[in-house]
Nanobody
Framework: QVQLVESGGGLVQPGGSLRLSCTASGSIFTFNTMGWYRQAPGKQRELVARIRSDGTTNYADSVKGRFTISRDNAKNTVYLQMNSLKPDDTAVYYC?????????WGQGIQVAVSS
């Protein structure tokens, strides 16, 4: 079993920054992909960014150049640095870990961008 605990969300003004963190515990395998997804009210959950255990990254076009995903394998932790935030970034952000044994989700954390 795997548990994911997210932190770092909140309310920020447009143009501001936030840093999300997600720490995984339990049966974590060496080769995995960790990532962040988000779901805004009335919309489907969408990929924001993901990073493989070898450091390879993927980003949604809407966040390229503004968000940076990184990970600390020793701590089983993934980070999402979000800069130049826009109101359209408002959503519940979910941490995800995908490994051969399964697909796991955090409980979600609210990010609100508003003046």
């Amino acid at each position: 079993q795997v548990q994911l605990v997210e932190s770092g969300g909140g309310l920020v003004q447009p143009g501001g920054s936030l840093r999300l963190s997600c720490t995984a515990s339990g049966s974590i395998f060496t080769f995995n992909t960790m990532g962040w997804y988000r779901q805004a009210p009335g919309k489907q959950r969408e990929l924001v960014a993901r990073i493989r255990s070898d450091g390879t990254t993927n980003y949604a076009d809407s966040v390229k150049g503004r968000f940076t995903i990184s990970r600390d394998n020793a701590k089983n932790t993934v980070y999402l640095q979000m800069n130049s935030l826009k109101p359209d970034d408002t959503a519940v952000y979910y941490c995800n870990l995908n490994q051969w044994a399964g697909d796991y989700w955090g409980q979600g954390i609210q990010v609100a961008v508003s003046s």
